[in-house]
């Protein structure tokens, strides 16, 4: 059997995808797999911050289009990039062992967090991120910035410029009153948030200056695994996938994008979850989330201790309850 395989084009999601047909290749010799390239609006649109252009959906909507019409088989995304459900007609196979799920810090000078200046320039795209580095310094200034990996690097190491929109009511002679302009403020990067997973896959770890605890930033729903997407009724590649899956990868990423299904998070509202195994000899687990309101204003954390005995939706449900309930009181 020849499958056809989607993905982007970026240099993280092939590396990806060429990592998940070598395993394949390795299980199913008989068998043959080819990457297939296809672009998303994510991709074309590089300029505008991902809140403002849609939701998760853009890095994937193209994709999942081809899937259900039979021009591919199955498709590789990073399951963080992934809306809370797949497309009607599509499914997930069970997750792969994951990545390493933590976020880093890439300096370009300073040697970690503490020794950067006060008001230091920190480049992310993601609110998670940046509300979850402001409670670690809020003396940062912490910018917007979009692009793959090897992009971003660039333009912290070149000095690059970044420019931040900045509404402005002023009023001028030949303008009507109360018409906002468009004015930015200009940055140069001190240093950028990456996942740890993306940087290392695509052979760049050296550059990592500092891992974050998940404790002092809690990971996306899912970050460092793989979503390996394809038609609900392609039962007999189904069954390929799932032999190659990792049972504590697929019991905590699924954990982690429940959360993110039942909290009702999307790329607009700063969203985390990370669950692992914390007491090995029980099998002891803990579920770490934090949930807050677009602005970051409004955050609030939940930890929540479990066994493999425990009911999944009753985790997941006290996670939720006690997040919205601290928000209320806030």
Same mark, same amino acid.
């Given at each position: 059997?020849?499958?056809?395989?989607g993905?982007?084009?970026?240099?993280?999601?092939?590396?990806?995808?060429?990592?998940?047909?070598?395993?394949?290749?390795?299980?199913?010799?008989?068998?043959?797999?080819?990457?297939?390239?296809?672009?998303?609006?994510?991709?074309?649109?590089?300029?505008?911050? $991902? &809140?403002? %252009?849609?939701?998760?959906?853009?890095?994937? @909507?193209? /994709?999942?289009? !081809?899937?259900?019409?039979?021009?591919?088989?199955?498709?590789?995304?990073?399951m963080?990039?992934?809306?809370?459900?797949?497309?009607?007609?599509?499914?997930?196979?069970?997750a792969w062992?994951?990545?390493?799920?933590?976020?880093v810090?890439?300096?370009?000078?300073?040697?970690?967090?503490?020794?950067?200046?006060?008001g230091?320039?920190?480049?992310t795209?993601?609110?998670?991120?940046?509300?979850?580095?402001?409670?670690?310094?809020?003396?940062?200034?912490?910018?917007?910035?979009?692009?793959?990996?090897?992009t971003?690097?660039?333009?912290l190491?070149?000095?690059?410029?970044?420019?931040?929109?900045?509404?402005?009511?002023?009023?001028n002679?030949?303008?009507?009153?109360?018409?906002?302009?468009?004015?930015?403020?200009?940055?140069? $990067? &001190?240093? %950028?948030?990456?996942?740890?997973?993306?940087? @290392?896959? /695509?052979?760049? !770890?050296?550059?990592?200056?500092?891992?974050?605890?998940?404790?002092?930033m809690?990971p996306a729903?899912?970050?460092?695994?793989?979503?390996l997407?394809?038609?609900?009724?392609?039962k007999?590649?189904?069954?390929?996938?799932?032999?190659?899956?990792?049972?504590?990868t697929?019991?905590?990423?699924?954990?982690?994008?429940?959360?993110?299904?039942?909290?009702?998070?999307?790329?607009?509202?700063?969203?985390?979850?990370?669950?692992?195994?914390?007491?090995?000899?029980?099998?002891?687990?803990?579920?770490?989330?934090?949930?807050?309101?677009?602005?970051?204003?409004?955050?609030?954390?939940?930890?929540?201790?479990?066994?493999?005995?425990?009911?999944?939706?009753?985790?997941?449900?006290?996670?939720?309850?006690?997040?919205r309930?601290?928000?209320?009181?806030?």
């Amino acid at each position: 059997m020849r499958y056809l395989i989607g993905t982007r084009g970026s240099k993280l999601a092939l590396v990806q995808t060429d990592y998940v047909i070598d395993k394949l290749k390795r299980a199913y010799p008989d068998d043959d797999f080819m990457a297939v390239i296809i672009k998303t609006t994510g991709d074309v649109e590089q300029k505008k911050a $991902l &809140d403002k %252009i849609g939701s998760k959906g853009i890095f994937v @909507k193209e /994709i999942e289009d !081809e899937l259900l019409s039979g021009k591919i088989h199955m498709a590789v995304h990073s399951m963080k990039d992934m809306p809370d459900e797949p497309a009607a007609g599509l499914t997930f196979a069970k997750a792969w062992e994951r990545e390493d799920p933590r976020d880093v810090l890439v300096l370009k000078n300073a040697a970690s967090l503490d020794k950067l200046p006060h008001g230091a320039v920190i480049g992310t795209g993601s609110k998670r991120r940046k509300y979850q580095l402001l409670k670690l310094r809020p003396d940062l200034k912490v910018v917007g910035i979009r692009g793959n990996i090897d992009t971003r690097l660039r333009k912290l190491y070149d000095g690059e410029i970044i420019y931040e929109e900045v509404a402005d009511n002023t009023v001028n002679n030949n303008e009507i009153a109360n018409e906002k302009q468009n004015k930015y403020n200009e940055y140069r $990067l &001190d240093g %950028i948030v990456l996942a740890a997973a993306g940087i @290392k896959r /695509i052979g760049r !770890e050296s550059e990592i200056t500092q891992y974050f605890s998940e404790d002092d930033m809690i990971p996306a729903p899912a970050q460092g695994t793989l979503a390996l997407e394809l038609r609900a009724d392609n039962k007999e590649l189904m069954v390929k996938l799932d032999a190659l899956s990792d049972e504590k990868t697929n019991l905590c990423a699924g954990l982690e994008r429940e959360f993110l299904k039942q909290i009702g998070g999307n790329c607009h509202l700063p969203v985390a979850a990370y669950c692992d195994i914390v007491r090995k000899k029980d099998s002891r687990l803990r579920l770490l989330a934090m949930f807050g309101s677009e602005d970051g204003k409004q955050l609030a954390r939940t930890e929540q201790f479990f066994d493999m005995t425990s009911d999944r939706n009753d985790i997941v449900e006290r996670a939720v309850h006690d997040i919205r309930y601290k928000l209320e009181i806030d």
